[in-house]
């Protein structure tokens, strides 16, 4: 039996993926950029079994058994057994006939819209290349897992190129900084709900494609310029942009759920109590101090510089005291080295 463990971290975006181009090889209508956490306090953790003893490929999430019978984990398992036959010598090739056992699990609230299934993939994709002995860039098959898992596999700060190719070859993520660029640079991830969402990201943003106008300028207007000038506030280092740039690209997004139709409401009431604090905290210095994002959820990530952190922390517990149950802190998360790491 082969068997191996993988944890793979979550990365939270400050462009936004949303809409696809390609909806079975999951190409996206624009480039994004996130920021990968650290492996310590948000990941996935998968194990992967090859065995000539197993009958069938099984999958357990969090505990519970789920089909295999799925589109997303059946485009990652054959490109990867496929690039394992490409290679003859290949110690893949004699397992890569061997049925699978997955078992993975999330240590944060799953589908809460805190990007569970990006880890997953990065962490399932990962873990499989290093079963089957597959190297080369493995963003394109996290890709077809989940879009947001291609930029898991790097850490630091990560961009996902759209690409033109009709195949997806070149719809792959890179490294913008290593995190050791930014080492000041710290995420608060302020859990207002674990629910699980109503409407998924996938469908969710189906649903935009089909019937927001707004999603159209986004894509043609507003990413690609943001992009490069994120891209460049992440290399100068100058917080003061990058929080800009980011506030302005999640309220946009959210801006574009709202103009799906019907509309799909992901922030609530203590989301916008957030919103509204943020800009009040900022208003009280001359630059950007903190910024917000909210991916398809409730949830508020907030990006701030280290030195910013006691202050801030001060002031949410002064307005959401303990006990108030509207918003759970995560500790402060610095961006960290590795993005994704073997255990054994
Ligand atoms: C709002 O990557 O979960 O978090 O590709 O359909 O699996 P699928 O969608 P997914 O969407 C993530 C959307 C987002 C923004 C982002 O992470 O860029």
Not at 44 to 68: H, Q, R
Not at 288 to 311: H, M
Request: charged letters at 20%; hydrophobic letters at 40%.
């Amino acid at each position: 039996m082969n068997i191996i463990t993988c944890i793979a971290p979550v990365n939270i975006a400050v462009i936004k993926y949303w809409g696809k181009r390609d909806e079975k090889l999951i190409l996206p209508l624009n480039d994004s950029v996130s920021a990968t956490l650290s492996i310590k306090e948000m990941h996935a953790k998968t194990t992967v079994m090859a065995s000539p003893n197993f009958k069938e490929d099984k999958i357990w999430l969090n505990g519970k058994e789920e089909t295999f019978q799925n589109q997303r984990l059946q485009s990652c398992l054959q490109e990867i057994r496929r690039r394992a036959k490409q290679k003859a010598d290949n110690k893949g090739d004699s397992i890569s006939n061997w049925s699978i056992h997955v078992c993975s699990e999330n240590n944060f609230p799953t589908a809460a819209g805190l990007a569970s299934s990006a880890a997953g993939y990065a962490c399932l994709v990962f873990a499989l290349a290093q079963l089957y002995d597959v190297s080369g860039d493995i963003s394109g098959i996290a890709r077809q897992g989940s879009g947001s898992a291609c930029r898991s596999l790097y850490g630091g700060f990560v961009r996902w190129h759209q690409g033109s190719a009709l195949d997806g070859s070149d719809s792959i993520a890179t490294q913008v900084a290593p995190e050791s660029h930014w080492p000041e640079m710290r995420i608060l991830v302020l859990v207002v709900s674990d629910k699980r969402k109503k409407v998924s990201s996938s469908a969710g943003m189906q649903n935009s494609v089909n019937t927001s106008e707004l999603l159209k300028y986004r894509v043609s207007h507003c990413v690609p310029q943001r992009t490069e000038a994120i891209v460049k506030a992440i290399i100068n280092k100058d917080f003061d942009t990058f929080a800009d740039i980011t506030m302005k690209d999640s309220n946009q997004f959210h801006a574009v759920c709202l103009d799906t139709f019907p509309p799909n409401v992901y922030m609530n009431d203590t989301s916008h109590a957030i919103v509204n604090l943020i800009h009040s905290y900022n208003t009280a210095s001359e630059k950007n101090k903190v910024t917000y994002t909210f991916d398809a959820g409730p949830n508020a990530c907030l990006y701030l510089l280290q030195s910013e952190v006691p202050k801030l922390l001060a002031v949410l517990n002064h307005i959401f005291p303990a006990g108030n149950e509207s918003v759970e802190y995560l500790q402060g998360i610095p961006v960290e080295k590795q993005a994704v790491s073997q255990e054994f």
